[in-house]
């Protein structure tokens, strides 16, 4: 059913306007949950899910929560289908740099270490928990908006960061 689009409706410019203003954090919130290779398509399909379903908008949230919400329902059916994608924070090149500019031969072993262990205690967390964490400690959203994207009460993602943060803290500084 190809129904031309009129350049009048309100929901198409609205949505024009949420890519223009909140392409490039989309772009990086997609990047960091999926890597480089795959934000783009999923970036795509992000607009093409919010134009799909822009009737069923009904302004309960920001328009940007409610995209972002798209955005990672997107990235949890991609991530389900190939897992061995999951968590491509930062490259090595990133921590090599860090390491090599530390004169301290035994401070950059501590510092490895550290990086290593909180690492595996990030993908020893359980998925909902790792999910809520990145949301307020990575994208820097306030814990309403992670609530209204993860559509849970915003109770659940204070007592999910708490344990979360509690986890790691044993399973780094153990």
């Known amino acids: 059913m190809n129904t031309p689009v009129n350049p009048t409706d309100t929901t198409i410019l609205n949505l024009e306007v949420l890519a223009k203003q909140h392409g490039r954090r989309l772009y990086h919130f997609l990047r960091k949950h999926v890597g480089n290779h795959d934000a783009e ?8 899910e919010a134009l ?3 009737d069923h908008f009904q302004g309960e949230s920001k328009p940007e929560t409610w995209l972002f ?7 949890r059916h991609h991530l389900a289908r190939s897992p061995e994608k999951r ?14 500019s530390t ?5 950059n072993v501590e510092e490895w270490q550290l990086v290593n262990r909180t690492v595996h205690a990030l993908e020893q967390l359980p998925d ?3 999910e809520t964490l990145l949301l307020v400690v990575e994208e820097e959203l306030p814990y309403e908006q992670a609530a209204a994207q ?4 915003i109770g659940t993602v204070r007592s999910r960061i708490s344990r979360a943060r509690t986890q ?7």
């Open 52 to 54: 799909r379903c822009a």
């Open 41 to 48: 398509d999923l970036m795509q399909s992000t607009y093409v």
């Open 87 to 100: 968590y491509e924070f930062v490259d090595e090149g990133v921590q090599e740099e860090h390491l090599i």
């Open 103 to 107: 004169v301290d031969p035994a401070q």
């Open 168 to 174: 790691l803290k044993q399973a780094v500084y153990a």
């Open 150 to 153: 993860l559509q849970i009460p």
């Open 69 to 75: 919400g798209i955005a990672m329902n997107l990235v």
């Open 128 to 130: 909902d928990m790792r």
